[in-house]
C-alpha cells in the first residue's frame, strides 16, 4: 500500500490494523526516524521496553529471512502488542519483508526505516503493492512545510510567529527534519522563559542567528557581490555545518524574487521604499539592508532575470540528474558570482 503524502500524517497517528508492515524511506534521516518513532508509539509508547520493543539491524536480515515473520508471530512475555524496528535497512531485507507478507499469523507492527529508495527498489516495490504492507515517503520538507512546522510547534506553547519571523526562520532552516526539529525546538524554549507570547524576528535572530544556515546570508553577499573567495569559504562553512544544498538554491532564488520585486517597481517610476517594504523580511535598517541596496545597483533586470534562470536550471538538475547537490549549487553560486565580478569591472 502506497501512503500519499496528504494521508502520512493519518496513517501515523492510526494505522491501518491489517497492515503488518511499514516501510519508511526517503533523503531526509532525520524525518524518516522521527516518522518511525511516532509510528512505534502507537503500540509501545515506551520505546525502551524490552518486551514489546524489539530492535533488528537490516543487515542481519540477509542471513536469517525468516526472522520477521518469526517476529511477528510472536508473542509479548508481558501481555500487549509488540512494535519491531528494523535499522537500517536496505534490500538486503527484502527477502525478509516477502517472508512476512506470507506469515499466516500474527500480531506485531514491523517498521523498516529504509534509505533513499528508488522506484525500482525491490524493498520499496514490495511495500507499495502488497496489500499487508505500508511505504511512507520521507523527503525534505519543502518552505510550506517547514511553515507548518513552526507554526504548529509554537501553537503548542500558546505562541504566534510574526511573519517576518516566519520568513526569516524558514529560511534559515535546512530540509533535513531532524536538524530543523532541533533548530525550532531550541528556539521555543527560549520562548518558554520570555512573558511575550509572540515570536519576533530579534527572537528568531537571537536564537537562530549563532547557527551554521546564518552561513547562507554569507553565501548571498558573497555571491551577488562578486567575491570567489569570500563565497568559497562561506560555502565551505555552510555545507560542513550540515547545510542543505537545495535549500541554499532556493535562498538564491528568494534574494533574486524580491531584487526583481523592488526593481521592476522602480524601473516604473514607483517609489523605491514602498517597494522595498513589498520585499518581505527585508530590514528596514542595517546591514543587511545596505547589502540589498548594493546588489539592486549591481544587478539590473536584465541581468536578475538571467540570473533567476540559471537558479531555476540548478534547482531542476538537483532533482533529475542525479549530480551532486552540493557541487551543482558551488558551480551555481561561483557562476553567478563570476558575473557580478566581470559587471563591475566593465563599470
Not at 499469523?105 to 504492507?133: F, H, K, Q, Y
Not at 512546522?149 to 526562520?169: F, H, K, N, Q, Y
Not at 547557527?211 to 547562507?216: R, Y
Not at 532575470?305 to 561561483?334: F, H, N, Q, V, Y
Request: charged residues 30%; aromatic residues 4%.
Amino acid at each position: 500500500m502506497k501512503i500519499e503524502a496528504r494521508q502520512v500524517e493519518a496513517f501515523l497517528k492510526k494505522p491501518d490494523p491489517k497492515i503488518r508492515g511499514v516501510v519508511i524511506y526517503g533523503n531526509d534521516d532525520g524525518l524518516v526516524a522521527e516518522r518511525a518513532a511516532a509510528l512505534a508509539k502507537t503500540i509501545c509508547e515506551d520505546l525502551k521496553d524490552p518486551f514489546r520493543v524489539v530492535d533488528i539491524a537490516g543487515d542481519t536480515l540477509k542471513g536469517d529471512p525468516a526472522r520477521l515473520a518469526d517476529e511477528f508471530g510472536a508473542m509479548s512475555l508481558m501481555g500487549g502488542r509488540r512494535v519491531i524496528r528494523v535499522r537500517p535497512a536496505g534490500e538486503e531485507s527484502a527477502t525478509a519483508l516477502e517472508n512476512l507478507a506470507a506469515a499466516p499469523a500474527g500480531d506485531a507492527l514491523i517498521i523498516v526505516e529504509g534509505g533513499n529508495l528508488t522506484p525500482r527498489s525491490t524493498l520499496r516495490t514490495l511495500a507499495e503493492t502488497e496489500p499487508t504492507l505500508a511505504a511512507v515517503p520521507c523527503y525534505m520538507d519543502n518552505e510550506a512545510a517547514l511553515e507548518g512546522l513552526v507554526e504548529s510547534s509554537a501553537r503548542a506553547l500558546g505562541l504566534g510567529v510574526e511573519p517576518d519571523a516566519l520568513e526569516w526562520i524558514v529560511e534559515r532552516l535546512g530540509g533535513d527534519r531532524g536538524q530543523t526539529r532541533s533548530e525550532i525546538d531550541k528556539l521555543m524554549l527560549y520562548k518558554g522563559t520570555d512573558s511575550g507570547k509572540t515570536v519576533t524576528l530579534e527572537d528568531a535572530m537571537a536564537v537562530l542567528g549563532d547557527t551554521a544556515s546564518i552561513g547562507i546570508d554569507d553565501v548571498i553577499a558573497a555571491t551577488f557581490d562578486g567575491e570567489p573567495v569570500a563565497l568559497d569559504r562561506a560555502l565551505d562553512r555552510v555545507f560542513a555545518e550540515g547545510g542543505n544544498p537545495v535549500q541554499l538554491v532556493r535562498s538564491l532564488q528568494r534574494h533574486v524574487d524580491q531584487l526583481h520585486i523592488v526593481s521592476s517597481h522602480a524601473s516604473k517610476g514607483g517609489n523605491l521604499e514602498s517597494a522595498m517594504f513589498k520585499a518581505r523580511g527585508l530590514p528596514r535598517g542595517g546591514p543587511v539592508r545596505q547589502r540589498f541596496e548594493r546588489h539592486l545597483r549591481g544587478w539590473p533586470l536584465p541581468r536578475l532575470s538571467a540570473a533567476l534562470s540559471r537558479i531555476l536550471d540548478a534547482e531542476i538538475e538537483c532533482k533529475r540528474t542525479g549530480l551532486p547537490d552540493e557541487a551543482i549549487a558551488r558551480r551555481l553560486c561561483l557562476g553567478l558570482a563570476q558575473a557580478a565580478r566581470n559587471a563591475r569591472a566593465r563599470r
